[in-house]
């Protein structure tokens, strides 16, 4: 029932309730009145003995909008003043307006002048109220850098069923010690896709020159070809020195999603395994501490690619919404390394040699006790026992 009609029907009803006798009479029709509008008995009694006018109300006359007449030489005082609030444009209105008249710009008659003069502030703030400014004017400006290398870097990731020994992901940790005020250590971390042979490289801050220094340092040193660069879309990847190292060395570039952590998966597991449940959260940030990270990762590399075994998927099969997968039997990186047809005969026996001549536990207990005494240790002269001697190796990277 639309508002009209009830209000009809409530007119007709409460003049039924006026007329009416007796208290049953009353009683039978505030009955119908709650039964038909399904209002509460008392509301009900209210609007019969006060029933709504329905005479309807004529449309209000618009009234005439005042200082028309002046609006156009105001917008143009407000253009000419860079669209300034009416606080600031009041006091000025009527100067700023005869100036531009000087000028030629506008004309202005008595009935312009003296509506400018008795406009109020409050009026013009409501008049102004629905004008919109250009707003901040764009000066154009050269591509950012970091554009023009997104632009040359694929967004790609690795196939998760990729054999080629060389797919490299890359990745820095920070020890701010949850703070990133100030200069302090990151580790760079770099992992093989294939065979999850990683190698670690602390360094003081992440200056674009640095992290190039510190993956020449752990590529130079590289068992087997290297054949690309994964990395995520931070400033200290992203940048002309690594470009400029993957094209003259021949190495695919690619790059991760924007904040999709598991495109880079390989290199954070390892971050979290062999960096930070290793060296922890602290804060380094002298030289002593990054001599102690590296001393540490001298040992924690040979321990990890030799002596610590690991599955790799070899089989994914989806069944309703989980995924299934199958692994291999346990085998440390370095067993995939010289299993895989990436390395020649001489080089893939010295490897084995060195391999089987490490003592795990001896390992085991240097990296605790290098923990244990803390950076420290190295500044009040204590010196550590030297890590494993690598071979040699390929060099196909320097």
């Not at 009353?26 to 509460?40: F, H, W």
């Not at 609007?47 to 109300?57: E, F, K």
């Not at 006359?61 to 005082?77: F, G, N």
């Not at 922890?280 to 040979?302: C, F, K, M, S």
Request: aromatic share 8%.
């Amino acid at each position: 029932m639309s508002l009209q009609s009830r209000r009809e029907y409530l007119t007709s009803m409460g003049e039924r309730y006026a007329k009416a006798k007796t208290k049953s009479q009353k009683s039978q029709i505030i009955d119908e009145v709650v039964t038909t509008l399904g209002y509460a008995r008392k509301h009900a009694i209210t609007v019969l003995r006060h029933p709504p006018n329905t005479t309807a109300r004529r449309p209000a006359k618009p009234r005439k909008r005042k200082y028309e007449a002046a609006m156009s030489v105001i917008q143009l005082v407000w253009d000419a003043l860079d669209y300034p609030c009416a606080e600031r444009l009041h006091p000025v209105l009527l100067s700023t307006a005869e100036q531009l008249a000087a000028h030629g710009e506008l004309i202005l008659t008595d009935e312009v002048r003296s509506q400018l003069a008795q406009i109020s502030r409050a009026t013009l703030a409501r008049r102004m109220a629905s004008w919109r400014s250009p707003g901040t004017k764009k000066v154009p400006t050269a591509t950012r850098a970091i554009s023009k290398i997104r632009a040359e870097v694929p967004v790609d990731t690795y196939r998760w069923n990729e054999q080629r020994p060389g797919a490299l992901e890359i990745d820095l940790v920070e020890h701010n010690g949850g703070s990133s005020i100030g200069h302090f250590a990151y580790t760079l971390s770099v992992v093989d896709f294939v065979t999850g042979y990683s190698r670690r490289q602390a360094v003081l801050g992440r200056s674009q020159k640095a992290v190039l220094e510190a993956l020449q340092h752990i590529l130079a040193q590289w068992l087997g070809p290297v054949w690309g660069l994964h990395t995520d879309n931070s400033s200290e990847f992203l940048n002309n020195h690594i470009l400029r190292f993957t094209k003259t060395h021949g190495l695919q570039f690619t790059r991760s999603r924007p904040y999709k952590k598991n495109d880079n998966a390989h290199v954070e597991q390892k971050n979290r395994v062999l960096v930070r449940e290793v060296v922890g959260y602290e804060r380094y940030d002298t030289p002593q501490h990054v001599q102690w990270l590296n001393t540490i990762y001298a040992w924690l590399d040979a321990y990890a690619n030799a002596c610590l075994p690991g599955r790799k998927t070899i089989h994914k099969q989806r069944r309703g919404s989980k995924v299934h997968k199958t692994f291999d039997t346990a085998r440390t990186p370095l067993q995939r390394l010289l299993e895989s047809s990436v390395l020649d005969e001489p080089t893939r026996r010295a490897w084995a040699s060195w391999a089987a001549s490490l003592n795990p536990l001896q390992i085991h207990r240097q990296l605790e006790t290098l923990l244990r005494l803390g950076p420290d240790a190295l500044a009040t002269g204590t010196q550590p026992q030297p890590a494993p001697q690598l071979p040699w190796v390929q060099g196909d990277i320097v």
